[in-house]
């Protein structure tokens, strides 16, 4: 299990971290949470949707069909697919909230083994200045970037939950034991979407509402490729096709260029 503490000087001014080389951590997640401003690549690499967390609705990527199982991830913990969602490349580290405040902290993944004692190599978590050395800043940056866009998600979503176009997506599956239903995700209805009247449009458009509608109902054309998935993993993983597997950047500074065209700050 995940244990998520803030990074301070005391805790880890005598750690070091290392940036992960597998997707293994994301093993059980069916669904990431994406931002808006990654939506555009997102929607080309997977199918898209809306979970309701929280009395609230969450754009996601869908990573599976199955509960519990990221189809995306290889036996060898490579990422089979296009686009790797932006929070899971900041691995083990996210922003989380400070109990009690509206400020979020830094926070490391402690079981995630990638923490450890200076003297095994890695990253420095904290300079001789006592600040966060120079490598954990451009991380913090980058969750800052995500957050920002996060919060503007938050209400171009909103602004379609307002519009009545989100509704529940029917997916039937086939199992050994007949077809079943997904449960729990929510697509935009393009019927009602093109029933708007013009002030309701515009107000999609205003809160970039319009453009997260059209990217999720593309996406959803990508719903066949957990199939295509599904059958490269059954070879030994000598076998797979290579062309599937994603490579990681080989450093911060090519992790964040990456993500430089998919964050936006918020309004």
């Known amino acids: ?64 069909l199955v509960p519990g199982r990221n189809m995306f991830v290889g036996p060898d913990g490579h990422w089979l697919g296009a686009y790797i969602p932006a929070g899971l490349r900041f691995y083990p580290f996210r922003l989380l909230p400070q109990e009690g405040t509206d400020d979020a902290m830094l926070c490391v993944d402690e079981h995630s083994g990638l923490v450890m004692d200076a003297d095994a190599g890695g990253e420095p978590f904290i300079d001789a200045d006592g600040k966060l050395a120079p490598p954990l800043r451009l991380v913090l940056d980058g969750l800052t970037q995500l957050e920002r866009s996060q919060r503007a998600t938050a209400l171009a979503v909103a602004s379609l939950v307002e519009a009545g176009i989100i509704r529940p997506w029917q997916i039937k599956l086939k199992t050994e034991t007949g077809q079943r239903s997904a449960i729990g995700l929510h697509c935009v209805d393009e019927g009602a979407l093109g029933r708007l009247g013009d002030d309701a449009f515009i107000r999609l458009r205003a809160t970039s509402g319009l453009s997260v509608a059209y990217a999720q109902l593309l996406s959803m054309g990508n719903l066949p490729m957990f199939d295509q998935i599904s059958r490269t993993q059954r070879p030994p993983p000598a076998q797979m096709p290579t062309t599937l597997i994603g490579n990681l950047p080989e450093t911060l500074d090519g992790l964040l260029e990456n993500l430089k065209d998919d964050l936006i700050k918020g309004r």
Do not use: N
Request: charged share 25%; proline share 5%.
């Open 1 to 64: 299990m995940p244990q998520y503490v803030a990074v301070s000087r005391e805790r880890h001014g005598a750690k070091k971290w290392r940036r992960h080389t597998s997707y293994a951590f994301a093993r059980a997640d069916d669904v990431a949470p994406i931002v808006g401003a990654e939506l555009s690549k997102a929607a080309l690499g997977m199918p898209c949707a809306f979970v309701e967390q929280e009395q609230r609705y969450k754009l996601v990527a869908l990573l599976s």
